[in-house]
């Protein structure tokens, strides 16, 4: 079973909203940050948003702040990401990376990808 499971991606015309969502198996998500990334094809994965264990803090990247809104329900294992007024260059595929420091460093987990294709 993977431990990250994305879903609710989709084709939506611009202008549309979709929220994407995460599901942790096999360990407790409110220890880790979460956050979501994406890759549009021939293009390098960026980081889209980001939320610590609590949720208390988000950042978001440039060309979707005021548009995606990352939250987390950790008695549910799960993150999501809403998207609204998406635009054509936010198609790409969506990963949920989940991140907790340890003492030999890094622990990351990721999601298998939701593709998310924003086209009239």
């Known amino acids: 079973q993977l431990p990250l499971v994305e879903s609710g991606g989709g084709l939506v015309q611009p202008g549309g909203s979709l929220r994407l969502s995460c599901v942790a198996s096999g360990f407790a998500l409110d220890r880790y940050a979460v956050g979501w990334f994406r890759q549009a094809p021939g293009k390098e994965r960026e980081s889209v948003a980001a939320?610590?264990?609590?949720?208390?803090?988000?950042s978001y990247a440039d060309s979707v702040k005021g548009r995606f809104t990352i939250s987390r329900d950790n008695a549910g294992n799960t993150v999501f990401l809403q998207m609204n007024s998406l635009k054509p260059e936010d198609t790409a595929v969506y990963y949920c990376?989940?991140?907790?420091?340890?003492?030999?460093?890094?622990?990351?987990?990721w999601g298998q990808g939701t593709q998310v294709t924003v086209s009239s």
């Open positions: 990376n989940a991140r907790i420091a340890t003492m030999s460093g890094p622990r990351d987990y």
């Open positions: 939320t610590t264990s609590a949720g208390r803090t988000t």
